[in-house]
């Protein structure tokens, strides 16, 4: 389970940050109170227009960033105080994941299994499975700078689920994919829900959320507006699907503002 508890995260922004963004404040709140708990196998969706805190949040949970105030527990380990702990346990893709260009899928796929300390035998078990997967098989042994941007993206996958994590955090996964290779992740992702994963995402395509994700926290301006099942988000904000459902939470929040 992940649990987020009145997670705050603020930035200090220089005046070329300031000026870039259009604000006069040095401060910047790009998460503010956020709460919600997310559990083994289910798709949980952060969903929210760009900008909304959604990317701070899933990086949060990744330790990649250290709360400013309040608390996120990853399988009962605190981000900040058991990072190791929590990073072994999680997969985590972002659209701005670099591989090295030089380096073959094969050679790529070996050398982060060996980071997570993952034996010869199943780093090579798992890139079976994954390769296959994705179709990158027969590109295994080409060096990454000659595969199309959609394979790169697919490997990208693949790196990060090679030591099978109990938790798969995807920022935007779909995000820039071809229509197939779109399908192939989502399908994956339904296939490790099977398998009592929990899988957190986050994405600003409706469409995308309501056929993905059982449950969904929706995120603007850094704060938590609205959380619950696909079913029960529709019916409380009176929309005909999830995407006219999220625009009438966004008109009622840009009212309160």
Do not use: W
Not at 208 to 230: F, H, N, P, R, W
């Amino acid at each position: 389970m992940i649990k987020v508890s009145n997670f705050t995260k603020v930035y200090k922004l220089s005046k070329k940050q300031m000026t870039e963004q259009k604000v006069t404040s040095k401060i910047k709140k790009a998460a503010d109170k956020v709460s919600f708990n997310a559990k083994e196998g289910e798709i949980f969706g952060l969903l929210g227009p760009n900008g909304a805190g959604k990317t701070t949040i899933l990086r949060s949970i990744a330790t990649l960033l250290k709360p400013t105030e309040g608390t996120i527990e990853v399988m009962g380990h605190d981000v900040v105080k058991e990072p190791k702990e929590v990073r072994r346990r999680i997969g985590f893709l972002t659209n701005e994941i670099k591989l090295d260009k030089h380096f073959t899928p094969k050679y790529t796929f070996k050398f982060f299994g060996k980071l997570y300390g993952v034996s010869d035998k199943i780093i090579d078990e798992r890139r079976e499975k994954l390769f296959n997967y994705f179709d990158i098989k027969s590109f295994e042994d080409k060096k990454i700078s000659e595969l199309s941007t959609g394979m790169t993206q697919k490997l990208a996958i693949a790196v990060s689920l090679v030591h099978d994590p109990e938790i798969i955090i995807f920022d935007e996964p779909t995000n820039g994919l071809d229509i197939i290779t779109a399908r192939a992740v989502t399908n994956y992702l339904e296939e490790l829900k099977s398998q009592g994963k929990l899988i957190i995402v986050s994405t600003h395509i409706m469409t995308v959320a309501e056929k993905l994700c059982d449950s969904v926290a929706i995120i603007i301006d850094g704060k938590k507006v609205a959380e619950g099942t696909i079913s029960e988000i529709i019916n409380e904000y009176k929309g005909k699907d999830l995407e006219h459902a999220f625009f009438n939470i966004y008109e009622k929040h840009v009212k309160e503002v």
